[in-house]
């Protein structure tokens, strides 16, 4: 069993893969990212860059090459929302891909 999710702020992937490893630690959680953006490559281990913003610090990590129309999917920075989720591996989709399975 699995379940896949895109990602802005990461709160529907992160209380998804909660749940659904609470109930059946078996079933396998994967996000699917858009060119451009930042999570699949925190999601398989990447580095990031810590930055101030009005005095706080906020953890971002690099983009990856290419750039996505999706609106509101793939931001450059680690919510809280993000990092408590439980994800089992992450790849990427093109826009189209995304546009044809709305």
């Known amino acids: 069993d ?11 992937i992160s209380g998804c893969s909660q749940f659904f490893k ?16 930042g999570y699949r490559g925190y999601v398989l281990g990447g580095p990031f860059a810590d ?5 706080e610090s906020v953890r971002f990590f690099p983009r ?5 129309v999706t609106e509101g999917i793939g931001i450059g920075r680690l919510t809280a929302n993000f990092a408590k ?4 591996g992450a790849f990427t989709g093109s826009d189209e891909e995304a546009i ?3």
């Open 22 to 37: 609470a109930v059946h630690p078996e079933c396998q959680v994967y996000l699917i990212d858009p060119p451009g953006s």
């Open 85 to 88: 989720a439980k994800i089992d």
């Open 2 to 12: 699995g379940f896949v999710a895109s990602a802005g702020t990461g709160g529907t």
């Open 51 to 55: 930055q101030s913003v009005e005095g």
């Open 64 to 68: 990856s090459k290419g750039s996505s």
């Open 100 to 102: 044809e399975m709305a």
